[in-house]
């Protein structure tokens, strides 16, 4: 068990649709991450918090955004959801930003199936 | 921007011998960590082994060695003595000076009995 905890796990809901997933970090950690794996894209970087204000940004879609709030835990709000979104989602903390070797403890991710 | 590169989609390896995995990547900075991530079928993401840029020594984690080779920007990761349970698909990853953590496409290693 990494720490890190993913809610819901399993998510299907239909095109046009919007669902939000959550993730609660390690105790302690003030670094999230999240990312989209899908079968063709392999594991892609969406977007980095950091103490509740974004530190990096990947290849986010415009109708998808997230937030982490001052308990830490953050949110991924994906709307106007359509069937290439299907994918596994991911969250991982880790400690600091501020070390290199400080490697990411990933949650177990959600699935989200659109249909 | 960074790029890892993992040019292997798929190796097969018996169980008991040593399997090497590829790991190429491109960066400009001269700070930078580099990972190797496990994820069997069940899906989750476990972290193996760990190797800074400015580290001289390759490192080792039990099985798992890193085969790191700076002026080739190679960090290949050397799974000993296989067994059935590292069949899984193996991700390569660096951070990079401003923290963000990219993967490369992965490697699928199937162990056989």
């Known amino acids: 068990d990494s720490g890190v905890t993913q809610t819901p796990k399993h998510l299907i809901t239909a095109t046009g649709q919007r669902v939000t997933l959550r993730c609660s970090p390690r105790?302690?950690?003030?670094?999230v991450y999240w990312y989209q794996q899908s079968l063709d894209q392999g594991l892609q970087f969406l977007i980095q918090y950091y103490n509740g204000e974004e530190r990096a940004k990947g290849n986010i879609l415009e109708r998808f955004s997230a937030q982490q709030f001052p308990d830490l835990h953050s949110e991924l709000n994906l709307s106007s959801l359509e069937l290439g979104d299907s994918a596994l989602y991911f969250c991982a903390s880790s400690p600091v930003t501020g070390a290199l070797n400080t490697e990411a403890f990933f949650g177990q991710g959600t699935r989200l199936t659109v249909v | 921007a960074q790029k890892i590169t993992q040019t292997q989609p798929g190796m097969f390896v018996q169980e008991k011998e040593a399997v090497t995995l590829d790991c190429t990547y491109d960066t400009s900075d001269q700070s930078y960590g580099l990972f190797w991530y496990k994820q069997p079928s069940s899906g989750e993401m476990i972290f193996l082994i760990y190797?800074?840029?400015?580290?001289?020594q390759n490192a080792t984690e039990g099985r798992y060695s890193l085969n790191f080779q700076k002026a080739r920007k190679s960090a290949n990761l050397v799974i000993s003595a296989s067994q059935l349970g590292d069949s899984a698909m193996y991700f390569c990853?660096?951070?990079?000076?401003?923290?963000?953590?990219?993967f490369g496409a992965g490697t699928t290693v199937t162990v056989r009995a």
């Open positions: 105790s302690g950690d003030l670094s």
């Open positions: 990853a660096m951070r990079d000076p401003d923290y963000k953590l990219s």
């Open positions: 190797q800074g840029s400015y580290d001289e």
